[in-house]
């Protein structure tokens, strides 16, 4: 958060405050998304815009590659991987119905380097 806290161009942010409707891939049914935040912002014109958030790892926002023997950890990638982008999905029309701008952002986007594993 300190990232939106010191970016220059925020006026202001909230965190988790609205649910987007979705229909899961998984169970066919309508559940809420809670994007994690909603910032106001000035573009680069200096108009002030509304972007919808969602923070991610960089692996969770691409389908897993396709394995000759389905993995547990491969089946939970594809289960993520459906449900993430049915998410986003309905995310990016619901921003569209109101002309905000729906962002993913990464741990590359944020400069922030993995914790090498064990500590």
């Not at 459906?82 to 993913?104: L, P, T, V």
């Amino acid at each position: 958060m300190s990232y939106i806290d010191e970016h220059p161009d925020v006026i202001e942010w909230s965190s988790e405050e609205f649910s987007i409707p979705y229909r899961s891939p998984i169970d066919n049914k309508i559940h809420r998304y809670f994007p994690d935040f909603l910032v106001k912002k000035k573009n680069m014109q200096g108009i002030i815009e509304s972007v919808v958030v969602e923070i991610k790892p960089a692996k969770e926002t691409k389908p897993p590659v396709v394995q000759n023997k389905p993995t547990k950890r491969y089946i939970q990638e594809v289960y993520t991987w459906g449900i993430n982008s049915a998410k986003w999905k309905a995310a990016e029309e619901y921003c569209s119905d109101r002309k905000w701008k729906f962002s993913i952002m990464t741990e590359h986007d944020l400069n922030i380097a993995p914790k090498p594993r064990g500590s």
